[in-house]
């Protein structure tokens, strides 16, 4: 993910928070913002080379969970995937290439927050070797009503 692919990948942003299952978030950040709060070598777009390496179809991006050192090795992260592109398997190869990453880095595990009404999201994940650790109900409130979030994470069988 580059600086060329900011419109993008707001955009895509954006469309998953107007389905109102996919972030807490309301808007999407300033690139600026985006950029300083997730890791640079964790940072991937999927891209339709049919249609040029700015179309993207999807992204991943991941921020550390914590500053304290015992937590050097865990990161969260978001996947979101173009409407238009979706069912595509793009999901998968963005996680599969997070993966790859992280473990590069020695990041031992991986972690999510999903609505439970995503289930689309929860069964990605599950196949790219998530488990779900538990729902934290009432954890916050979204468009003025209390939302759950299910726990998903990936501990690395390689980096530990």
């Known amino acids: ?10 955009d895509i942003y954006r469309l998953g928070i107007a389905t109102g299952n ?18 640079p070598d964790h940072r991937w777009v999927a891209v339709d080379p049919a ?19 015992v937590y050097a090795g ?15 398997g793009i999901g998968r190869l963005l ?26 999201s929860i069964a990605l994940h599950h196949r790219c070797g998530f488990r779900t650790i538990g729902t934290r109900e009432r954890i916050g409130r979204h468009h003025g009503r209390w939302r759950d979030v299910v726990l998903l994470e990936r501990r690395s069988p390689i980096v530990g």
Do not use: K
């Not at 993910?1 to 707001?10: F, G, N, Q, T």
């Not at 996919?22 to 890791?39: I, Y």
């Open 95 to 120: 996680l599969q290439q997070l993966i790859g990453s992280t473990e590069q880095a020695g990041i031992w595990t991986i972690q999510s927050g999903v609505f439970p009404e995503n289930t689309a």
């Open 1 to 10: 993910m580059s600086d060329a692919h900011r419109d993008a990948v707001l």
């Open 74 to 88: 865990v990161v969260e992260h978001s996947v979101y995937v173009h409407p238009d592109a979706r069912g595509r």
């Open 51 to 69: 249609a040029g390496m700015h179309t993207v179809l999807g992204w991943t991006a991941c921020a550390q969970v914590s500053d304290r050192c």
């Open 22 to 39: 996919a972030t807490f978030e309301t808007e999407p950040p300033s690139w600026d913002r985006f950029t300083a709060t997730r890791l």
